[in-house]
């Protein structure tokens, strides 16, 4: 398996864009998460699906943030419009249904706003 | 709220020694504690999952302890290795269902050969 897949590797935008970050979760995962990492902050989960239906989107920190999962095997995190504070590295990860599973990460997006 | 510490400093140590990494929490009582792995540019890795239930869990020359009355994880690697270099995060889950986790910053380990 080819693990989750994101796209692009990296953005670099100026204040004021559309930013669309993509993932494509491992084939079977039910559960896709996004997170946000930064130094000083750490990795913060943003939002996360269930079947492609939102579970949990209580860490999305503004409503320039929104997520869509429009069917199992493609996701989307945009941010409209985007402002320097959003410079960080966004990850996608997926889980298999048990509870106890784990979550696999894909590689990230770095994304930096000018 | 939730709140995680990890050693914020840099551990060193040398090649075939023990390297104890340590996670404090407050605040909660979670059901699930795992460790990851990060290599810089990378995304984390999975290594071990530990339940509110169980003491200790081994997997190869990783260990992990699970003490929740002094809210700490404690994360060994025996006979380390120059390999095992990366930052090492602790997470917690919050929500009893292993799916919404809070992590720490992370502890940078560097085995020097």
């Known amino acids: 398996d080819a693990g989750v897949i994101q796209s692009p590797r990296h953005e670099v935008t100026e204040m004021g864009q559309e930013v669309t970050l993509r993932c494509k979760p491992i084939s079977g995962h039910d559960y896709l998460f996004w997170y946000r990492q930064t130094m000083m902050r750490g990795l913060e989960l943003l939002i996360y699906f269930n079947n492609n239906v939102p579970i949990d989107d209580s860490g999305m920190p503004e409503d320039r943030f929104s997520a869509k999962m429009p069917n199992a095997s493609f996701s989307t995190l945009k941010i409209q419009p985007s402002e320097p504070r959003d410079s960080a590295v966004y990850f996608c990860a997926s889980s298999l249904p048990e509870t106890q599973e784990t979550q696999y990460f894909g590689p990230g997006t770095r994304l930096l706003v000018l | 709220s939730q709140k995680i510490e990890q050693n914020s400093e840099a551990l060193n140590i040398q090649e075939g020694k023990t390297a104890t990494l340590t996670c404090n929490y407050t605040?909660?009582?979670?059901?699930?504690l795992q460790w990851y792995r990060q290599d810089p540019g990378r995304g984390p890795v999975f290594l071990l999952l530990?339940?509110?239930n169980e003491k200790e869990k081994r997997k190869e020359r990783l260990k992990v302890t699970f003490d929740t009355t002094l809210k700490q994880s404690l994360f060994h690697i025996t006979a380390s290795q120059p390999a095992d270099s990366a930052t090492y995060l602790c997470?917690?889950?919050?929500?009893?269902?292993?799916?919404?986790?809070?992590w720490g910053l992370g502890t940078s380990l560097a085995v020097n050969p």
């Open positions: 997470a917690l889950d919050y929500a009893g269902n292993n799916r919404k986790l809070i």
């Open positions: 530990i339940r509110e």
């Open positions: 605040n909660y009582s979670p059901a699930y």
